[in-house]
């Protein structure tokens, strides 16, 4: 039995609306579906009692997020970054033509901008900084030219 694809990556937040402006907007993922979930089973499954929760689910560049809005029990944290050495997701990446640019969007939406973390590699042509979501996490701005990603054994070819 083989694994058949990637089903979704979740993401637990506070205000699913808020989130999913926030990721619409922002990010440029595309809202698909939305469902609602309670019962023993959820219970269940989550390792959780008392489950009622909203799931909105987005897709872009075929990933699909699921943000998880609980309505009971309630969510737990403070909504602070997580440190990058925390066991767990660390942090979602998206690259952007013109970090800059990018970072003005975000502010003008009053998204939480790490500027302590932006740094410049002259020398790969590439810009990085941590924005986070409305309940911290951490999401990964980078401007870079070509594509870092390419198949194992291919030669990299500049488009």
């Not at 469902?35 to 390792?47: A, F, I, Q």
């Not at 990446?93 to 003005?104: C, G, K, N, Q």
Request: hydrophobic share 40%; net charge negative; aromatic share 8%.
């Amino acid at each position: 039995m083989a694994v058949l694809r990637v089903g979704h990556l979740g993401i637990c937040v506070s205000n699913l609306e808020r989130s999913v402006r926030f990721y619409r907007d922002l990010c440029g993922f595309r809202p698909l579906t939305e469902v609602h979930v309670k019962g023993e089973e959820s219970d269940r499954l989550l390792r959780l009692r008392g489950v009622d929760q909203r799931t909105v689910f987005l897709e872009r560049d075929g990933l699909r997020l699921a943000l998880f809005a609980f309505l009971a029990p309630p969510p737990v944290g403070g909504g602070e970054p997580r440190a990058m050495n925390q066991l767990g997701m660390a942090a979602l990446m998206l690259r952007v033509d013109d970090l800059d640019a990018s970072l003005e969007r975000f502010r003008s939406a009053a998204a939480r901008v790490l500027d302590d973390t932006y740094v410049h590699h002259p020398d790969y042509g590439s810009k990085l900084v941590f924005v986070c979501d409305p309940d911290g996490t951490l999401i990964e701005l980078i401007e870079i030219p070509g594509d870092p990603y390419i198949p194992f054994g291919q030669p990299y070819r500049e488009s």
